[in-house]
Each structure stands twice: as structure tokens, then as C-alpha cells.
């Protein structure tokens, strides 16, 4: 059976939120739908009936999601079709991993600051506020991190 009405209206406004982060819309199309189909595992041609695109728009949002760790593939043992699924703990993933790039771009905002270490105070002002943002997140998200796993570790007990 294939999404009623209110299911796609439900994906397309997942899809949008997506597209405000910078994804494509299909691919957050896709994130939409696997979050709330039924089964959680859906074939390429799956996706592609129930949310009306081509194949090859699945298979370019599929190779979007799955190097993040948000979608992955699966195979059942007695069968050939590929299948993709939200992966359990696959938004941790995909927000962790955003996170451990913090430290990487504070290192080049720090470069920046070397670059301009003899500018206008002025000039170096952006560079400042976004150094000490990232700054800032790079010493607290450990610790709202070390909160969320033992908020679902308790929770998963």
C-alpha cells in the first residue's frame, strides 16, 4: 500500500526542513518517507512508487545518505534487492560526525586569524565572532554529548 495523503504531506514538510540545511529536496523526500514507512526497509523502486520519482533520483539520494551513516543498505540473505533504512542510531551518527568537524573548522578560522594578524581590528571582527563560536561549541558539545548517551542509555534500560 503506498503513502496515504497526509504521509506525503508529512514527508514533503521533513523534505523542506531538509532543504533548508542545503540538502536536495528528493533526498530529504527520501529521509521523510523512511522515517515513517511501513516496513522501515525500502527497495529502490519502493521509494521511487511511493514517493513518484525516478529510480535514478533514488539511487543519487541514496548514495547522498549512506556515506553519513543516516541511511544504510541492507540485504535479506534470501534475497538479491538492495533495501535502505534509516539506520537505528543513524541521526547520533550524522550529528556527531557534524560535531567532530568543529574542531577541524575552528583550526581554520585560527589560520584566517594568523592571515589577518595585521588587519583593522574591524576586518578581523567576523573571523573573531565565528572563532570564538566555534571555540565555544568545540568545548561544550562533549559534555551535551556525554548528557544525550546517558539520557538514552537510561532511557534504552
Not at 46 to 68: D, Y
Not at 87 to 98: V, Y
Not at 102 to 117: I, K, N, P, W
Amino acid at each position: 500500500m503506498g503513502p496515504t495523503e497526509r504521509e506525503l504531506d508529512l514527508v514533503d514538510e521533513i523534505a523542506a526542513a531538509f532543504e533548508r540545511e542545503g540538502l536536495p529536496l528528493i533526498t530529504g523526500r527520501v529521509i521523510g518517507w523512511l522515517l515513517v514507512s511501513d516496513p522501515p526497509e525500502q527497495s529502490a523502486a519502493q521509494l521511487a512508487e511511493a514517493l513518484g520519482v525516478s529510480r535514478s533520483s533514488i539511487s543519487t539520494a541514496t548514495r547522498m545518505l549512506t556515506p553519513g551513516g543516516l541511511v544504510e543498505r541492507v540485504r535479506t540473505r534470501d534475497s538479491r534487492v538492495e533495501l535502505f533504512r534509516i539506520t537505528p542510531d543513524g541521526w547520533s551518527r550524522m550529528l556527531a560526525a557534524r560535531y567532530g568537524r568543529t574542531t577541524a573548522f575552528r583550526q581554520v578560522l585560527e589560520h584566517g586569524l594568523d592571515v589577518l594578524a595585521d588587519a583593522p581590528a574591524e576586518r578581523r571582527e567576523r573571523l573573531l565572532r565565528v572563532h570564538e563560536l566555534y571555540a565555544f561549541l568545540e568545548a561544550e558539545l562533549p559534555a551535551l554529548w556525554d548528557r544525550w548517551e546517558a539520557h538514552r542509555n537510561g532511557r534504552h534500560r
